[in-house]
């Protein structure tokens, strides 16, 4: 299991610009959530799974986000716990 995975864990899809050098989808650029775009301010944190690889950014907001690129469907998702959705533990 990655950094991101866990019970306390939901995804919801969202479309994602990426910065592409040597590599396709190298780090994310921005991100759509609904109707409002967020730009990455800064990439703190990633790490690569078997099934995705994950970004821990700050974005324009200056909220820090965990955005996983699932390589089996090819699709960007945000990563989200149970507190940030206002939910109980």
Same mark, same amino acid.
Not at 3 to 11: F, I, L
């Given at each position: 299991?990655?950094?991101? /995975?866990?019970?306390?864990?939901?995804?919801?899809?969202? *479309?994602?610009?990426?910065?592409?050098?040597?590599? @396709?989808? #190298?780090?994310?650029?921005?991100?759509?959530?609904?109707? *409002? &775009? =967020?730009?990455? @301010?800064?990439? =703190? /944190?990633?790490? +690569?799974?078997?099934?995705?690889? +994950?970004?821990? &950014?700050? @974005?324009?907001?200056?909220? #820090?986000?965990? =955005?996983?690129?699932?390589? /089996?469907?090819?699709?960007?998702?945000?990563? *989200?716990?149970?507190?940030?959705?206002?939910?109980?533990?």
């Amino acid at each position: 299991m990655g950094k991101g /995975d866990g019970a306390m864990s939901k995804t919801e899809e969202i *479309t994602v610009t990426c910065y592409a050098g040597y590599k @396709a989808d #190298e780090r994310p650029t921005s991100f759509e959530r609904g109707k *409002t &775009v =967020l730009a990455v @301010a800064e990439v =703190l /944190d990633r790490w +690569y799974d078997q099934d995705g690889n +994950y970004f821990k &950014v700050r @974005a324009e907001d200056s909220k #820090e986000y965990l =955005l996983r690129h699932d390589l /089996d469907q090819d699709r960007w998702e945000l990563v *989200t716990d149970k507190k940030e959705r206002g939910e109980e533990p």
